[in-house]
């Protein structure tokens, strides 16, 4: 088991007071697996993931377990809430990755691609200059950029939505995590654009055995892309299970609204 | 064939990889800014040497030519003021003086007011509170009347001028630059960043730093000038720089007084006190477009 997350409860301390924002959440991922989080906005699935990052806005309580189980075998697995800042910098970006929904805002505009691309591998996995430009070059081409060498130098500005997420991906590939969390990677893009970059995402998981947490509130990308799904409706777990069942046998009420609700592609 | 090219690709951008050598790039291609590099280039050069150059000094006066006006004859090609002193000699000393004011207190405040206004706003709750509470306590102290403390105190030097001006000059780069940073905080980039475990001090400089040098920099350029005019009125006040030593400032100063008999000793210091402000006010403009990818 990569991932073990058991009764993850978070709640906000506001000035209108306390706002519950996901009660008693548990799921697990195995390595290479993909999991799907399925639910509307404000249902509580981007908070649960921030909140595996340790990356709450001030005001949020976190508690509950969320084990990561240890890079070598034999070693104990790391508890991510309630980790230190040291610990967690550690895991972020070069253990667990994420992918942003909006492609065009995720990466700083006063720097090129490969500052951003090198600096992460240099960070992350201590390689050299040289070495962090090839290895950056390496995954542009993985993610199927053209002339990835030459584009490699261009500032954000100069690609489009699709080729940024998947400079986004690169990125977050390119220290090969283990877990991929992609908070809805394809909402801010064209339908024939988000295929691709799901294909992109599934080929490279492949070749890496990276584990997958796709958040999203498409039905039918999760049922393209996972094995299993957890259903979300404001902060409760309503449904947890495999593609087939969630899709074929639906148990709450709410999972059996949102299939009818949205167009299906696939099941 | 193709192998090779992309291996060049790949040295070059394993070379060219940094914003300042891309700025430098842009900036070359903008004549504007280069011209008032050029001509700024001249300006402080002249500061520099010119008093080697002619046999006068600034502080001795020629008895024979009082008042007299921009000429070759007597070897005063500025002419002299109305106790017989080289206004060309006298132009190229007080230039040195500003300029040094100008751009130390300038870089001062830069340096000062970026590193803690950055900080103040990265860090944010009650730090930020409490460091942008001190600005303000500082922001209401008199000036006029802190300086004249601080020559009473420590009496009157160059260096005294500079640490005071310096001391106020940051606090509105400080309060500028914390604004900014708060905005930059909340981009997606400073969050993704932080996702791929970049650590604070990471993100203030590869991240937020990057982010505020156009805006930096204008405010640099226009410091500067302020900066300038402010060694005027100090030395006007009898604060700054004293008799016989003197600044741009000081010689525009003393030249409208004596406007109506002699305009030389208003027009020429004030071509060269202007000449300079637009330079840099040029080569700030050209610096920021340069600084800022999005905009070719």
Partial sequence: MLLDVQNLKIDFETHAGRVDAVHDLSFSIDRGEAVGIVGESGSGKSQSVLALMGLLAGNARVSGSAKLASAQAGEPSIELVGAKPRVLRRVRGARIAMIFQDPMTALNPHLKISTQMIELLRTHRGMGRREAMKAAIEMMEAVRIPEAARRIKYYPHQFSGGMRQRVMIAMALSCEPELLIADEPTTALDVTVQDEILDVIAELRERTNTALLLITHDLGVVAGQCSRALVMRAGDLVEHGSIDKVFNAPEAEYTRDLLAAIPRLEG | ?296
Wanted: proline share 4%; glycine share 10%.
């Fill in chain 2, 1 to 296: 064939m193709a192998k090779s090219t992309q291996q060049e690709a790949m040295e070059k951008a394993v070379k060219g990889n940094s914003l300042g050598r891309d700025a430098m790039r842009r900036l070359a291609a903008n004549k504007a800014a280069i011209a008032s590099i050029a001509v700024l280039g001249l300006v402080v050069l002249m500061v520099i040497v010119g008093p080697w150059l002619t046999p006068n000094n600034y502080y001795s006066q020629d008895y024979d030519a009082i008042w007299q006006a921009p000429t070759l004859a007597h070897g005063h090609i500025f002419g002299t003021d109305s106790v017989g002193r080289d206004l060309f000699v006298r132009t190229m000393v007080g230039g040195r003086i500003s300029l040094m004011v100008g751009i130390v207190t300038a870089f001062v405040s830069l340096l000062i007011g970026v590193a803690y206004g950055a900080t103040a706003g990265f860090i944010g709750g009650r730090i930020d509170g409490f460091m942008m509470r001190t600005v303000d306590i500082l922001y209401a102290l008199p000036f006029m009347f802190l300086v004249i403390l601080m020559v009473v105190f420590f009496g009157q030097s160059l260096f005294l001028m500079f640490l005071a001006i310096g001391a106020v000059s940051w606090l509105d780069m400080a309060r500028i630059v914390r604004g900014q940073t708060l905005t930059i905080k909340q981009q997606p980039y400073v969050e993704a960043a932080r996702m791929a475990g970049a650590s604070g001090t990471a993100i203030i400089v590869r991240h937020i730093v990057p982010n505020l040098l156009g805006l930096i920099v204008v405010y640099v350029t226009l410091t500067i000038p302020q900066v300038i005019l402010f060694e005027s009125f100090l030395s006007f006040l009898g604060l700054g720089v004293q008799e016989p030593m003197t600044s741009w400032g000081a010689l525009i100063n003393d030249g409208v007084g004596e406007m109506g008999r002699a305009p030389w000793l208003l027009v020429i210091p004030s071509i060269f006190l202007a000449v300079t402000l637009f330079c840099f006010n040029f080569i700030g403009d050209g610096l920021r477009d340069a600084l800022d990818p999005n905009d070719r």
